[in-house]
């Protein structure tokens, strides 16, 4: 009885929907509803798009770090379901991610996630049209779980697989969340990673630079733990650049002085170990002064956190500030309007968002970045370059057999030799953030 009047509810509902569209279409208005709309009304009928118009859906998987995510999305970039199991506080306890630990973890929940976003879905996995799985780059250990779970399914489902780059699916994140045209330049900073790119297809990037050591993120987790964050009340949960953002808005960025790294090498090349050792240097001085013990958290805390974050953010808007530049210079990006992407876990950082603003203001570009939960790893980001990448038929593989995960891979094609040769002068900006 219920299945027969929710049917009738559904029809009823279609026959509405279709005798609107004939009124406005007779009245000679033309009512178009976007593509999204459309299905977002069929789903509310318990219709799924999937069986009903062979509509793409993709399933994400990502295990490539310290996250296990997975999530189920559609070609109109609705999210149908998601999950994650994050390892962060497993990992601050122990000082740092250990490979081995993470792994296990992997091993622990990817069943749970993947059932959890599929469920979530509501979509039978009959139903989907590839499954996506970050195979580079990586922590080796982590990739292998996430491959060898996603080529099993695979192989029950007789589903294509497409094999994803992690930093793709960072940059491409935000042609899910705005309507964002090709080329792009592209800022991505995590944990793991820093890199300028220019993104001219699904899968044609230019590298403009990348850091030369550390990530900003990894920077960022080594100073929390110097600082001993994680006894700190306010901040023990809290991911090591979480930490220092947090902390920084109590602190003094003026309280002592650290100079930007790279400040004569005219290229996009990044360096962040060289501000991690002054870092410790004044942490240890601090210690001296305050007569406390490594270990303890300092009185001065936050006055260091505002000092790294702001230096931090100053080299990563003068190296972005040479790629915009060099890339209108050589026509690759427009002179006007040109958009700047910033992604990856350290763009979830507001103090950086405010300072890359004045610059994009400062050069007539649009900052673009997604919210800050898409911009810490998840799978979200994994399906939707799925779905790009069905979209653009590139890489989908009806065959799995040889694949392998790579825990090296760059991206793109690295033209940052081109420009450092080219020299640019970048003006001061004057960085009131
Ligand atoms: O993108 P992500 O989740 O993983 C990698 O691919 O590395 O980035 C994680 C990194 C960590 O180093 C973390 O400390 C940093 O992003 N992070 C932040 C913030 N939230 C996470 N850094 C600065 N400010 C934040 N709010
Ligand atoms: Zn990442």
């Known amino acids: 009885m219920q299945i027969i009047s929710c049917f009738c509810n559904c029809?009823?509902?279609i026959i509405y929907r279709v005798s609107m569209l004939i009124l406005n279409k007779t009245a000679g208005v033309f009512f178009k509803p976007s593509k999204r709309k459309v299905y977002e009304f069929l789903r509310s009928f318990n219709f799924h798009p999937g069986t009903q118009f062979l509509h793409k859906i993709v399933l994400g998987i990502e295990t490539s770090c310290d996250d296990t995510a997975a999530a189920v999305v559609d070609e109109t970039g609705n999210v149908l379901g998601e999950a994650i199991h994050s390892q962060t506080e497993?990992?601050?306890?122990?000082?740092?991610?250990?490979?081995?630990?993470a792994q296990q973890l992997h091993r622990d929940n990817i069943q749970r996630i993947v059932q959890e976003a599929l469920s979530a879905s509501r979509i039978?996995?009959?139903?989907?049209?590839?499954?996506?799985?970050?195979?580079?780059?990586?922590l080796a250990l982590s990739l292998g779980v996430g491959l060898s779970f996603s080529l099993q399914l695979v192989g029950q489902l007789k589903k294509p697989f497409i094999p994803i780059h992690h930093m793709e699916a960072h940059a491409l994140t935000i042609r899910l969340t705005n309507k964002v045209e090709f080329p792009f330049l592209v800022l991505l900073i995590s944990g793991g990673h820093c890199l300028l790119a220019l993104v001219q297809g699904v899968s044609d990037f230019l590298l403009l630079g990348k850091s030369l050591d550390i990530a900003p993120g990894d920077m960022l987790d080594k100073v929390a733990r110097?600082?001993?964050l994680i006894k700190h009340p306010e901040c023990s949960t809290m991911s090591g650049g979480k930490a220092i953002e947090h902390l920084a808005k109590q602190g003094n960025r003026f309280h002592f002085d650290i100079k930007p790294p790279l400040h004569h090498a005219k290229n996009c090349d990044f360096s962040f170990t060289g501000l991690q050792q002054v870092t410790n240097k004044r942490i240890m001085k601090k210690e001296k002064e305050e007569g406390i013990e490594e270990g303890q958290v300092l009185s001065s805390a936050a006055d260091i956190a505002a000092t790294v974050q702001h230096t931090m953010a100053c080299h990563i808007v003068k190296?972005?500030?040479?790629?915009?530049?060099?890339c209108k210079q050589r026509d690759l990006l427009p002179q006007n309007n040109a958009v700047l992407v910033a992604s990856g876990g350290v763009a979830s950082n507001f103090y950086v968002r405010r300072a890359l603003e004045i610059l994009t203001n400062a050069t007539q570009c649009t900052l673009l970045c997604p919210p800050p939960r898409l911009c810490t790893d998840n799978g979200?980001?994994?399906a939707w370059n799925g779905i790009e990448r069905l979209r653009?038929?590139?890489?989908?593989?009806?065959d799995i057999e040889g694949i392998r995960y790579?825990?090296?891979?760059?991206l793109g094609v690295d033209i940052s030799k081109e420009v450092g040769e080219a020299a640019i002068k970048v003006p001061q900006l004057k960085m009131e953030i």
Do not use: N, Q, W, Y
């Not at 039978?124 to 990586?138: E, F, N, Y």
């Not at 790579?406 to 760059?410: A, F, I, Q």
């Open 406 to 410: 790579e825990p090296k891979c760059p």
């Open 226 to 228: 110097r600082l001993s």
């Open 392 to 398: 653009a038929g590139l890489g989908i593989l009806h």
């Open 90 to 101: 497993v990992h601050l306890k122990t000082g740092g991610i250990v490979p081995a630990v």
């Open 319 to 326: 190296r972005t500030h040479r790629a915009i530049l060099f």
């Open 124 to 138: 039978s996995p009959s139903d989907l049209s590839a499954i996506a799985t970050t195979i580079k780059p990586g």
């Open 380 to 382: 979200i980001m994994i």
């Open 11 to 13: 029809v009823s509902g």
